[in-house]
């Protein structure tokens, strides 16, 4: 059973900022939050991860909801470059990383 | 830093032949590498789990017989496609989770496209 839900396709205007949802409503105390992208052709590149509180790098904003039975991954201000397959992962440490279909987001100029 | 790189990057190969596709991490060292496949418009598949110096793991359905992989090394795991078909091409990545105590996070590499004529 898939342990997350996320949107199949969105849409985000250039300059703007990407509110990628995921919903993790079976998420258990010791599972994390991971975020992967995957550009067209090549290997999943990591973004970020979070247990309860919310995170942040060069890449992107984690927010994790209180309950965290969802979460919202954001880049600030979407590029082009930034038109990928995100990949919402729910895993306990040193589980294995199991991919579902992921979230196809547009960046449109 | 965590680069993983893979080779080679794309093959083409005959029916009937054997291919071999290394994975490598660049700077940390690996206890633990995974193989996936890729085909057109689909998520990742996990194929097996490597540890370093102890036979791979193989995920439900997959063939340990025809998809060997081997990691003799903290920094190296190879997967050999054996007696390839058209219906094993695909796009097969590696992942390595470096031996750092404290992360478990996993790095991917770029990826190998097959395809079997």
């Known amino acids: 059973d898939a342990k997350t839900t996320q949107p199949p396709s969105m849409d985000c205007a250039e300059g703007r900022a990407a509110n990628l949802p995921c919903n993790h409503s079976?998420?258990?105390?010791?599972?994390?939050v991971y975020w992967y992208r995957q550009i067209h052709s090549q290997g999943p590149q990591y973004i970020i991860h979070?247990?309860?509180n919310n995170e942040t790098n060069e890449m992107a904003s984690l927010i994790i909801t209180e309950d965290r039975k969802s979460s919202t991954l954001i880049l600030p201000h979407a590029t082009l470059r930034d038109t990928a397959v995100y990949y919402c992962?729910?895993?306990?440490?040193?589980?294995?990383?199991?991919f579902g279909p992921g979230t196809s987001l547009s960046v449109i100029p | 830093g965590a680069v993983v790189s893979q080779h080679p990057s794309w093959v083409i190969c005959k029916s009937g032949t054997s291919v071999k596709i290394e994975c490598r991490s660049l700077?940390?060292?690996?206890?633990?590498m995974f193989w996936y496949r890729q085909f057109p418009k689909q998520s990742l598949m996990l194929m097996a789990t490597?540890?370093?110096?102890?036979?791979?793991?193989?995920e439900q359905g997959v063939e340990k017989d025809k998809f060997l992989i081997n990691h003799a090394s903290l920094t190296l795991s190879t997967l050999t496609v054996t007696s390839a078909h058209p219906e094993d091409s695909s796009f097969y990545i590696c992942?390595?989770?470096?031996?750092?105590?404290?992360?478990?996070?996993?790095?991917f590499g770029p990826g190998t496209r097959l395809t079997v004529l």
């Open positions: 992942s390595a989770r470096p031996r750092t105590s404290g992360t478990d996070t996993q790095y």
């Open positions: 079976t998420i258990s105390g010791n599972e994390y």
């Open positions: 979070g247990l309860k």
């Open positions: 992962i729910v895993r306990a440490s040193y589980d294995k990383v199991i």
């Open positions: 700077d940390f060292q690996a206890t633990t």
């Open positions: 490597s540890n370093e110096g102890s036979k791979a793991t193989y």
